[in-house]
């Protein structure tokens, strides 16, 4: 589940990154920014339909991300956030760590496509993203500054769900509902690197997932449609991009 997510939380950190570096009423220019860094880390196209940002209020929308799928798969869109809402402690922005009071991100959707060599669009991305993580220098952002610190008091990521195209091994195509997470107080009084932040999202959202993911028919499905080594072949192949 960590692999099938992580992409999505990476993006998610990067909105962050990404309001608090242009925090500014041109709407234009943060969404030109979330483009920018979310291109360069998974090397695919990240685009937005629109940014609508507050400084007097200290809020923060962005509607219609989305990321597309590596070449190579037929799913034209990998991750779509359609909702993300930013409260934007303002007062903190030149402080460390900056507080952001919420990040929600509403009915993300997943579409992951596994092909009949067992390669996933998620995974692709997975890797892309580790490896921009990697020379990004450990959060200094290649600059040989230390990153600033974040403090995020509430992350929630409600209504979302995997769409699950697995139709190369013979499986039927398979919606898994996602559990919402709640998350307070992320990174402490003192704050913590968007990397640790990141790190934290995702463990947590990988230990709770997973009863959900093994609760679902997918292993049922792949009994019906295939026998024999193949089955084993497919398992392997959901296990890898679930666990």
Do not use: C, H
């Not at 007062?91 to 009949?116: F, L, Y």
């Not at 990697?134 to 230390?146: D, N």
């Not at 997973?210 to 080594?229: F, H, M, P, R, Y």
């Amino acid at each position: 589940m960590k692999k099938l997510l992580i992409a999505a939380l990476v993006i998610a950190v990067l909105v962050v990154v990404a309001l608090v570096l242009l925090v500014s009423n041109l709407d234009k220019l943060v969404a030109k920014g979330i483009e920018k860094f979310g291109s360069d880390a998974t090397q695919t196209q990240v685009s937005v339909s629109g940014v609508d940002i507050s400084l007097r209020e200290g809020r923060g929308s962005i509607k219609g991300l989305r990321v597309a799928s590596p070449e190579g798969f037929d799913a034209r869109t990998a991750l779509s956030l359609d909702d993300i809402s930013v409260a934007i402690g303002i007062k903190s922005a030149g402080e460390d760590p900056i507080v952001i009071g919420e990040i929600r991100i509403k009915a993300p959707v997943v579409n992951a496509e596994i092909t009949q060599s067992g390669e996933s669009n998620i995974e692709a991305l997975r890797k892309r993203v580790e490896a921009y993580a990697g020379k990004s220098g450990g959060g200094s952002g290649g600059s040989g500054k230390a990153a600033k610190k974040l403090r995020i008091m509430r992350f929630v990521f409600e209504e979302g769900r995997i769409e699950v195209d697995a139709s190369d091994l013979g499986i039927e195509k398979k919606t898994i509902v996602l559990p919402e997470i709640r998350l307070n107080d992320i990174g402490g009084a003192n704050g913590a690197t968007p990397e640790e932040i990141a790190r934290e999202i995702l463990t947590t959202v990988a230990r709770r997932t997973s009863s959900a993911i093994a609760g679902s028919e997918i292993d049922g499905l792949i009994k019906e449609k295939l026998g024999g080594s193949a089955v084993d072949k497919a398992k392997g192949v959901l296990e890898k991009v679930f666990k």
